[in-house]
């Protein structure tokens, strides 16, 4: 009498079976498939060992968060030409939604357009350096007129002739 084959066994080879098993397992898989040791997915990936052991055995609690698992697990499926999206998707099935927040344009604008640029960075109003050039100009060129540096030519009125020595 032959033996019935796991549950695990036949699983992988049907896309609805690598989904059964999970993210982890299916990069395990996929990594074991494309005959890559955890070592040479570490180094390539700069994943440490203990990031990646923890992902392929799905503990979530050793793994950062949010975004950063997302990330994660983006960048482990395009190494191993994945369905990134597929994949993406089982993350959200087993840790809840991963995907970023959108933000409400309403709450950017709480701060209100005067103190905040587009980038979100303090907008800076140069009108006091301005003023502060302006007059170290204008002190100076009335300097330079009356140390006599200034040709004639170009003081066309009198009364900037007559503060010349």
């Given at each position: 009498m032959t033996q019935p084959l796991l549950k695990e066994e036949a699983l992988p080879e049907s896309p609805a079976g690598m989904a059964a098993m999970g993210v982890g397992a299916t990069l395990r898989h996929l990594r074991e498939a494309k005959g890559y040791s955890p070592a040479e997915v570490s180094a390539r990936l700069k994943f440490s060992n203990?990031?990646?052991?923890?992902?392929?055995?799905?503990?979530w609690?050793?793994?950062p968060g949010g975004m950063s698992l997302r990330g994660f697990v983006k960048n482990y499926g395009r190494f191993l030409d994945a369905d990134v999206d597929a994949l993406l998707v089982m993350l959200d099935g087993q840790v809840g939604n991963t995907a970023p927040k959108p933000v409400s344009i309403s709450s950017a604008n709480s701060l209100g357009p005067a103190d905040l640029s587009?980038?979100?960075?303090?907008v800076h109003r140069p009108w006091g350096w301005i003023i502060v050039i302006l007059i170290l100009l204008f002190v100076a060129g009335f300097y330079a007129i009356e140390r006599g540096w200034v040709p004639d030519s170009w003081l066309i009125f009198d009364w900037l002739k007559s503060l010349k020595k």
């Open positions: 203990r990031q990646l052991e923890a992902l392929e055995t799905e503990q609690d050793r793994l587009i980038q979100g960075e303090p």
